[in-house]
């Protein structure tokens, strides 16, 4: 997957203001893999550590996302880690717009709209440059393909 120049207007992003439940970050809980976790952020950086129970624990339980996040970072990767993080994403991203009606109808709502996930803190793998729009826009890519299945499960 290649890094591509995506628009910065007239897209939904950044994931802020009336856009944040598009964020991991987002104070939206999720069940994932049998656990509630706060947040999709959570969810994500547990999956890291699912055969370390203490370590997925203490992730699970961490107060915000920021120390979710952290402690994922420090988690020994499993050796398939970059094959399937892509699709642990899509995983947590369906479960979190599948669990909660009012989320998935305003995903629904940004209709064909290009979803990126704009940021200023050089993640141009799960996001673009906010300033450029180069990045890989994983996460953008991700929602934008949940929307569709959504979409399509809606009917007509």
Do not use: C
């Amino acid at each position: 997957m290649a890094t591509v120049r995506w628009p910065t207007q007239d897209v939904v992003g950044p994931f802020e203001g009336d856009s944040r439940f598009l964020s991991n970050f987002a104070p939206i809980g999720v069940r994932y893999d049998g656990t509630e976790f706060a947040t999709a952020e959570h969810a994500y950086q547990a999956a890291k550590a699912r055969n370390k129970p203490d370590i997925y624990d203490r992730i699970a339980a961490a107060t915000d996302p920021d120390e979710a996040k952290r402690l994922g970072r420090r988690v020994a990767l499993p050796d398939d880690w970059e094959d399937r993080k892509r699709y642990v994403m899509l995983e947590v991203v369906t479960a979190k717009f599948g669990q909660h009606p009012d989320y998935r109808e305003r995903l629904l709502e940004t209709g064909r709209r290009t979803i990126v996930e704009l940021n200023s803190w050089d993640d141009t793998y799960w996001g673009a440059d906010i300033e450029t729009g180069l990045g890989r826009n994983v996460l953008g890519r991700i929602l934008m393909g949940v929307r569709s299945t959504l979409r399509f499960d809606r009917g007509p």
